[in-house]
């Protein structure tokens, strides 16, 4: 390790050495991790990658940690499904599932993000840490920082789903539900953070977090054989994931460990929260701040912070941007469980109905690889579908009822 240079400004390019901040203090723009990238050209190898163990750690040089993790080092290699009934089902010829909501521990990508920034949170010495969260980054911050010996305070909107909540007071973490939407926790927190002085992963440790998000495309790649797809379909909330696929196909590009792609990445959104989607479609640069109204809590986030950058990559790719309504969401959950046997949450709801859409409108050819983000677990917003699911036969411990049940109303079709 010790590839890391520093921190950069993506807008002005001042550079800043490896320290807990997230904006320039001449332009206030966004700080980004950079790398030797001469220097790792001579590292980094294929081979040396898969003859590691299969966690994010495998990418260990292009993760801003200067020793071996201390946090999450099961993290990451989750599988990427072949999803040829899905691929029949919407009518093209190569999909893959990249399958997050089995990611370890705490079902969904944020886990990624969380074990890079707990691990730079130790080497900077912080005892605390903290988050402001749609619910996921809540599990990932209470499950990795209860395994890494940190206390952690954790904000999330009061009104998320039980199992998000469930899922972050198990480890025994600080919780505080505020009276507002995620974008008003995030200010609170950005005023906590300047006082207390504590680690929030997405906020002065942002730069860090992020890079976790890069593992997420490394994994698709180097599961495919070494190979780039041709289309990506990200869900977004604030636009870092999808940023960060990109940097990280990349990346990969820079170090020879693929040839040079072109790949289009896709940005997902639900209609009742699509500030990036809605820029993208009308063609405009910046977004306008929204106020969210949709079940994908994971994704609603009015004013994101990588908006304009997730724009940007689109843009540059050469993809778009769709949006999802939340019966089309709950469609998008039901189509991936019922042809892969894969449960996602409202998030992943939204990337395939998405998904769905652009091969539907011509704009995802139907003859080309395509890639869809699956970033977390079914089982933590089951709010979402309560209503729309089949409940089960309620029966007597009868042979006689069950036959009754079966010819009557299970048995399909011949005689
Ligand atoms: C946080 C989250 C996202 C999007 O993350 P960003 O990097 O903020 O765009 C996607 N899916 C799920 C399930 C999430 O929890
Ligand atoms: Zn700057």
């Given at each position: 390790m010790g590839y890391v240079k520093g921190l950069i400004c993506k807008e002005c390019s001042k550079e800043y050495p490896k320290a807990p901040i997230h904006v320039c203090?001449?332009?206030?723009g966004p700080l980004e991790v950079t790398y030797d990238y001469e220097g790792l050209k001579n590292i980094v190898s294929r081979e040396l990658i898969e003859k590691r163990e299969p966690n994010i750690w495998r990418y260990a040089e292009l993760?801003?940690?200067?020793?071996?993790?201390?946090?999450?080092?099961?993290?990451g290699f989750t599988p990427l499904v072949r999803a040829n009934n899905l691929a029949r089902a919407l009518g093209v010829r190569e999909v893959y599932v990249k399958n997050?909501?089995?990611?370890?521990?705490?079902?969904?990508?944020k886990d990624r993000v969380v074990s890079v920034a707990l691990s730079k949170a130790k080497e900077f010495g912080f005892k605390t840490v903290a988050c402001a969260s749609t619910g996921n980054l809540a599990n990932a911050v209470a499950a990795l920082s209860s395994s890494g010996k940190l206390e952690s305070f954790i904000f999330i909107p009061?009104?998320?789903e039980q199992s998000k909540i469930l899922g972050t007071s198990i480890y025994g973490a600080n919780l505080i539900g505020i009276k507002g939407s995620y974008d008003d926790v995030n200010r609170l927190c950005s005023e906590i953070a300047e006082k207390f002085g504590w680690a929030f992963v997405n906020i002065n440790m942002r730069p860090y977090y992020a890079e976790g998000s890069k593992t997420f495309g490394f994994e698709i790649i180097e599961q495919l054989g070494w190979r780039v797809p041709k289309h990506i379909v990200v869900p977004m909330a604030s636009g870092s994931l999808l940023t960060k696929i990109w940097k990280a196909i990349k990346e990969f590009e820079i170090l020879e460990l693929v040839d040079r792609t072109e790949t289009k990445i896709y940005g997902a959104q639900a209609q009742g929260c699509s500030p990036i989607a809605t820029a993208v479609k009308n063609g405009w640069d910046f977004f306008k701040p929204v106020k969210p109204q949709t079940i994908a809590k994971s994704l609603?986030?009015?004013?994101?912070?990588?908006g304009y950058y997730a724009i940007n990559v689109i843009r540059e790719s050469g993809g778009w941007s769709e949006e999802a309504t939340d019966e089309e969401i709950v469609e998008g959950i039901k189509l991936l469980a019922e042809t892969e046997g894969i449960f996602t949450e409202t998030a992943g709801g939204v990337t395939v109905a998405v998904t769905r859409k652009l091969i539907n409108q011509g704009?995802?050819?139907?003859?080309e690889s395509i890639v869809i983000s699956i970033t977390g677990n079914g089982l933590k917003t089951q709010e979402a579908i309560l209503n729309s699911i089949s409940k089960p036969h309620i029966i007597e411990a009868r042979l006689e009822d069950f036959e009754e049940l079966y010819y009557e109303k299970l048995k399909k079709g011949g005689s």
């Amino acid at each position: 390790m010790g590839y890391v240079k520093g921190l950069i400004c993506k807008e002005c390019s001042k550079e800043y050495p490896k320290a807990p901040i997230h904006v320039c203090e001449f332009c206030f723009g966004p700080l980004e991790v950079t790398y030797d990238y001469e220097g790792l050209k001579n590292i980094v190898s294929r081979e040396l990658i898969e003859k590691r163990e299969p966690n994010i750690w495998r990418y260990a040089e292009l993760l801003p940690v200067d020793n071996p993790p201390t946090i999450g080092r099961h993290v990451g290699f989750t599988p990427l499904v072949r999803a040829n009934n899905l691929a029949r089902a919407l009518g093209v010829r190569e999909v893959y599932v990249k399958n997050d909501a089995v990611c370890y521990p705490s079902l969904s990508f944020k886990d990624r993000v969380v074990s890079v920034a707990l691990s730079k949170a130790k080497e900077f010495g912080f005892k605390t840490v903290a988050c402001a969260s749609t619910g996921n980054l809540a599990n990932a911050v209470a499950a990795l920082s209860s395994s890494g010996k940190l206390e952690s305070f954790i904000f999330i909107p009061q009104d998320l789903e039980q199992s998000k909540i469930l899922g972050t007071s198990i480890y025994g973490a600080n919780l505080i539900g505020i009276k507002g939407s995620y974008d008003d926790v995030n200010r609170l927190c950005s005023e906590i953070a300047e006082k207390f002085g504590w680690a929030f992963v997405n906020i002065n440790m942002r730069p860090y977090y992020a890079e976790g998000s890069k593992t997420f495309g490394f994994e698709i790649i180097e599961q495919l054989g070494w190979r780039v797809p041709k289309h990506i379909v990200v869900p977004m909330a604030s636009g870092s994931l999808l940023t960060k696929i990109w940097k990280a196909i990349k990346e990969f590009e820079i170090l020879e460990l693929v040839d040079r792609t072109e790949t289009k990445i896709y940005g997902a959104q639900a209609q009742g929260c699509s500030p990036i989607a809605t820029a993208v479609k009308n063609g405009w640069d910046f977004f306008k701040p929204v106020k969210p109204q949709t079940i994908a809590k994971s994704l609603a986030i009015g004013n994101p912070a990588d908006g304009y950058y997730a724009i940007n990559v689109i843009r540059e790719s050469g993809g778009w941007s769709e949006e999802a309504t939340d019966e089309e969401i709950v469609e998008g959950i039901k189509l991936l469980a019922e042809t892969e046997g894969i449960f996602t949450e409202t998030a992943g709801g939204v990337t395939v109905a998405v998904t769905r859409k652009l091969i539907n409108q011509g704009i995802i050819p139907r003859d080309e690889s395509i890639v869809i983000s699956i970033t977390g677990n079914g089982l933590k917003t089951q709010e979402a579908i309560l209503n729309s699911i089949s409940k089960p036969h309620i029966i007597e411990a009868r042979l006689e009822d069950f036959e009754e049940l079966y010819y009557e109303k299970l048995k399909k079709g011949g005689s």
